[in-house]
């Protein structure tokens, strides 16, 4: 009884502090909006993936990319057979013109990437610093034929999470230092198979909420479409309503300050949508994922089946950010 009474009290003082701001809409983007708030990036893979990144131009000509009223979508070339030498298969990458320190960031989604070699990802990071330096958050990212999400933390050494802390997610490594177990990071899985891939989009999708501030790290919340619990202010995105996190209930991934000076690790970040194939993380899980025998077959695999990249893009219905009040 004790111990029930001092959990209790201690998740008060939580839920306390991340609702102490008042943040109001600072960035909502539909449809089109998208075009003119990213940088369309063209360069090499940072990760080592089977992709060629595709400018602006280009994406719309090869209809990689388009909008209508309500919806932005992206998405990998799934029409072409490649030659063997190819560096890989045409995708997007984006980076947001605009950064954010503490802030709450919500997407409306439809649709992510899913299907063997597939590796999509939408997260943020340092405008300013040299990655690691600045930290990495990853809100949205999976691999392959994942069914459940994870969140994850990338930083500088120094930066660590406790085993056991207030989420409905299962906590899969604690030390978010880049240098460590192959850059896994501090990462959280989602306990919810409606949470990422193929169970994600049966359901037509869904709703990801990201709260950041120097003061209470990071807290992720995920809601599925047919959730009848999702807040009315994420279901409905006015700009009169303003987003109330300790209604929101437990987060699905939280990262608090406990262990990891956010302030010393974390600055001004960039949001960022991609679809990378194969790489250093679907690449890897190719075999373990159901995929196929290894790298090479996951290469091979995204050159010669076009087809298979039909389920390989994101549509956005709106992606909307606060900040706190003046």
């Known amino acids: 009884m004790i111990y029930c009474i001092c959990h209790l009290a201690l998740w008060s003082i ?14 909502s983007l539909v449809g089109h909006q998208f ?36 919806s932005f979508v992206m998405r ?9 030498d190819a560096v890989g298969r045409r995708s997007i990458r984006i980076t947001s013109l605009a950064t954010y320190e503490d802030s709450i960031t919500v997407i409306d989604l439809k649709h992510m990437p ?8 939408f997260w943020t990071f340092s405008r300013d610093s040299d990655w690691p330096a600045g930290g990495e958050i990853d809100i949205i990212e999976g691999a392959n034929t994942q069914t459940e999400n994870w969140s ?13 802390r207030h989420q409905t ?18 990462q959280t899985q989602f306990n919810t198979p409606k949470s990422y891939g193929m169970g994600f989009n049966a359901v037509g999708g869904g709703w990801y909420a990201m709260k950041r501030t120097y003061r209470d790290g990071v807290w992720v919340w995920f809601w599925a479409r047919d959730d ?16 109330n996190p300790s209604a929101w209930g437990t987060p699905g991934a939280r ?72």
């Open 14 to 27: 939580f839920v306390t502090s991340v609702s102490a701001n008042k943040f109001v809409l600072s960035s």
């Open 35 to 70: 075009f003119d708030a990213f940088t369309w990036e063209t360069f090499d893979d940072p990760t080592h993936g089977a992709v060629v990144y595709t400018g602006l131009e280009d994406a719309k000509k090869l209809n990689l990319t388009y909008a209508t009223h309500n």
């Open 76 to 84: 990998a070339d799934d029409k072409t057979v490649l030659a063997s």
């Open 114 to 121: 899913s299907g063997c070699a597939t590796w999509p990802a």
């Open 152 to 164: 994850t933390l990338h930083t500088l050494p120094g930066c660590n999470m406790t085993q056991k």
């Open 169 to 186: 997610g299962t906590t899969i490594s604690t030390v978010c230092d880049v240098n460590v177990n192959f850059n896994q990071g501090c």
């Open 228 to 243: 009848p619990t999702v807040p009315e202010e994420i279901r409905l995105g006015k700009s009169l309503l303003k987003p």
């Open 255 to 326: 990262f608090p300050p406990d262990e990891c000076n956010f302030k010393k690790f974390f600055d001004a970040h960039q949001i960022v949508f991609d679809l990378t194939f194969c790489g250093d993380l679907a690449g890897n899980l190719y075999a373990s994922s159901g995929c196929g025998a290894d790298i090479q077959a996951c290469r091979d695999f995204v050159l010669n089946n076009p087809s298979s990249f039909s389920e390989a893009y994101w549509d956005i219905k709106s992606l909307r950010v606060y900040t706190p009040k003046p």
